[in-house]
């Protein structure tokens, strides 16, 4: 599927009274900013979950503790468009490997209907992979989001997390990157079976900066070197 539902109008549609709307009401269309947010959401940590019934998909964000700051933020940039409720997510803690404690905030939109599509996109016989439209959705936004949710600076370079996709997935995006917005990168073993990561190339770095600092959040600059 490639429909795009794209509006230059954000939607700050139906604002507190929203979460009392039925999912299969809440319709598009739904702007470039908050398509930007999910997908680039999507290449990192978020989960699309369709409802029972086919009452339509919510997305889930999380984040551990120390990134809550971002959390918020990003949480505020949906909730001001009233896709989620306003309410601010709390930290809270879970048990982990070795029975090590650990925090997280996690927070998800409403469902819509209107999200089926991206789920259908990014689920393949209940695995998560990479689309083959995302060069329609990677905007500065989409990549800035991606970054925050899940880069990291190493050496000069950058590395994307992308354990979650297959190989062929991780190379896919390389190529993306370099023929939309002239990034060079290269995929690397994760250190895992079947795990991989992308890194982007300290001769590309300026180039990603003038693309994406606009978009970013304080807090994570250090992940670009600023």
């Not at 109008?9 to 979460?19: A, F, H, R, T, V």
């Not at 689309?131 to 990677?138: A, N, T």
């Not at 996709?165 to 995006?173: E, P, R, T």
């Not at 002239?182 to 001769?203: C, F, M, R, T």
């Amino acid at each position: 599927m490639d429909v795009i539902l794209w509006s230059i109008i954000p939607i700050k549609s139906l604002g507190k009274s929203n979460n009392k709307i039925k999912g299969i009401l809440r319709i598009g269309p739904h702007s470039i900013e908050i398509l930007s947010i999910i997908f680039g959401s999507m290449l990192g940590d978020a989960q699309g979950e369709r409802r029972k019934g086919g009452a339509g998909t919510r997305f889930c964000f999380q984040q551990e503790s120390i990134h809550v700051s971002y959390l918020l933020w990003l949480h505020g940039l949906l909730a001001e468009a009233g896709y989620c409720n306003e309410n601010k997510p709390v930290v809270k803690t879970r048990l982990g490997q070795k029975g090590v404690v650990r925090k997280y905030v996690k927070f998800a939109t409403w469902t819509y209907t209107s999200f089926n599509f991206i789920h259908d996109l990014w689920y393949q016989g209940g695995l998560k992979i990479v689309p083959q439209c995302i060069s329609d959705y990677l905007s500065p936004l989409a990549l800035a989001i991606w970054i925050m949710d899940d880069g990291s600076k190493v050496s000069k370079g950058l590395k994307l997390c992308t354990n979650s996709f297959s190989y062929s997935n991780c190379l896919f995006l390389v190529n993306v990157l370099n023929q939309k917005y002239g990034l060079k990168s290269s995929v690397h073993s994760a250190g895992a079976p079947e795990q991989y990561v992308i890194y982007i190339w300290k001769e590309s770095l300026p180039i990603l900066r003038t693309i994406v600092t606009p978009y970013f959040h304080p807090c994570m600059l250090y992940k670009i070197g600023k």
